[in-house]
């Protein structure tokens, strides 16, 4: 660990013990020490959504996840830095969706434009798929729900492992090295939690 990241991770412990004790000023502190982290977190998230890119850039998601996250730590308290980092993600991910849905439906402004990507922005692994609105159900958006609802339910181990793979994109040994464990224990969890999230879905992965 570096320098910088044992400040980091100082400054925003010592700011959850005053959220804690009650301090409503210790939210935007919080905000102000990840921000860079969210910004960037919004960016990489935002790849996968061609459609709401086209409309909605990376400081629309930012400062609309910013705000989630802020009325979160007003009913929430994360423990760790690690904690305010998942809790992030899960803001970022439900403003994603929540603009899919806008631009989803067949009166919205993105709908009567040709060149909408419906399926690379509800399937990740389908960057390169296009298709037409008229083509697409609307059973993908409710099951890419499904399954970002069933990351949240995941035991806090494994969501935090769906953060550090699936949103952030982080290597195995990056993450060996955060958890402080293996990079073979790091797979064992990866996977374990790829096949809880899969059965919560009845082994359906959205389309």
């Known amino acids: 660990m570096t320098a910088d990241h044992d400040s980091h991770a100082a400054a925003v412990s010592a ?6 004790a009650g301090e409503i000023a210790a ?14 977190l919004a960016s990489r998230m935002l790849d996968r959504y061609p459609t709401v890119r086209r409309w909605d850039d990376t400081d629309d998601v930012f400062q609309n996840a910013a705000l989630r996250l802020h009325r979160a730590l007003g009913t929430l308290q994360p423990q760790t830095p690690r904690d305010v980092m998942t ?15 806008r631009y989803a439906g067949p009166q919205s402004h993105a709908a009567h434009h040709a060149t909408n990507l419906v399926a690379a922005d509800l399937d990740p ?3 390169s798929f296009h298709t037409d609105r008229s083509a ?17 339910e995941l035991p806090a181990e494994s969501r935090e492992m769906f953060l550090l793979v699936w949103y952030l994109g982080a290597d195995q040994k990056t993450i060996a090295r955060l958890l402080d464990c293996s990079a073979r224990t790091v797979k064992t969890r990866w996977r374990a939690a790829r096949d809880a999230v899969t059965a919560a879905l009845d082994g359906q992965r959205p389309e």
Not at 27 to 40: C, G, K, N, S
Not at 136 to 152: G, M, Y
């Open 87 to 101: 809790l992030a993600a899960a803001q970022v991910r439900r403003t994603l969706l929540d603009l899919a849905r």
């Open 136 to 152: 697409a159900p609307d059973e993908s958006l409710d099951r890419w729900s499904q399954f970002h609802a069933a990351i949240d």
């Open 15 to 20: 700011c959850l013990e005053r959220l804690a």
């Open 27 to 40: 939210r935007d502190r919080i905000l102000e020490l990840f921000a860079t982290r969210l910004r960037a």
């Open 125 to 127: 692994d389908a960057a």
